[in-house]
């Protein structure tokens, strides 16, 4: 039966790997995210009924979503630090090229 509860919730930005419906565990999905609490940990679902393929193709299409949205428009203290790495990277092909 459904019960439509909500057994756990991580932020988008908290998952760094997920994986499912595989043809030798087709009903589990297992993703791995970060919590103030456990740091990283890694959660499996069990998908009964052919689910689990679904669940991840659901959350590859949230990876999507949010990537395309990031692109759209990044968050300014991202871009700032990247012009910084951008920066110092040239600084540093710079010397590179210097030295050879």
């Given at each position: 039966?459904?019960?439509?509860?909500?057994?756990?919730?991580?932020p988008m930005q908290s998952i760094s790997f997920a994986s499912g419906g595989d043809t030798d565990t087709?009903?589990?999905?297992?993703?791995?995210?970060?919590?103030?609490?456990n740091q990283r940990a890694c959660h499996i679902l069990e998908c009964c009924?052919?689910?689990?393929q679904?669940?991840?193709s659901t959350i590859g299409q949230a990876f999507?979503?949010?990537f395309k949205q990031y692109l759209h428009s990044p968050p300014k203290a991202i871009t700032?630090?990247?012009?910084?790495?951008?920066?110092e990277e040239s600084a540093w092909g710079e010397d590179e090229e210097a030295s050879e």
């Open positions: 039966s459904t019960t439509r509860q909500v057994i756990a919730n991580h087709p009903d589990y999905v297992a993703y791995v995210a970060k919590d103030p609490v009924d052919g689910l689990a679904s669940v991840i999507e979503l949010q700032t630090l990247e012009r910084n790495i951008r920066t």
